[in-house]
Nanobody
């Protein structure tokens, strides 16, 4: 069982920045792909970004590419999402997720299921 706890959400003006963190339990954190999804009101949950267990490979949705950066610190069992140049359309609940199969490249496929979810953290971007 893997427990995920997100932090770092909040209210920011358009053009601003936020950094989300996700702390994970478990001894084999470096073997999991980790990443983020988001869900805006009235919309389906969507892929944002993923990172392989080693941290060597990263993947982004087109809507955030060039603005968001995912990283991880395996010594701290933590994954981060640095969000810059935020837009009102980035407003959503952001969920951390873990994939024990470590297939970060498949997260953008809506048919692919990750294994564990955090409780979510709200990000609100005002115009």
């Amino acid at each position: 069982q893997v427990q995920l706890v997100e932090s770092g959400g909040g209210l920011v003006q358009a053009g601003g920045s936020l950094r989300l963190s996700c702390a994970a339990s478990g001894r084999t954190f470096s073997s999991y792909a980790m990443g983020w999804f988001r869900q805006a009101p009235g919309k389906e949950k969507e892929f944002v970004s993923a990172i392989s267990g080693s941290g060597d490979d990263t993947f982004y949705a087109d809507s955030v590419k060039g603005r968001f950066t995912i990283s991880r610190d395996n010594a701290k069992n933590t994954v981060y999402l640095q969000m810059n140049s935020l837009k009102p359309e980035d407003t959503a609940v952001y969920y951390c997720a873990a994939d024990i199969a470590n297939y970060a490249s498949r997260w953008s496929d809506s048919r692919y299921a990750v294994d564990y979810w955090g409780q979510g953290t709200q990000v609100t971007v005002s115009s």
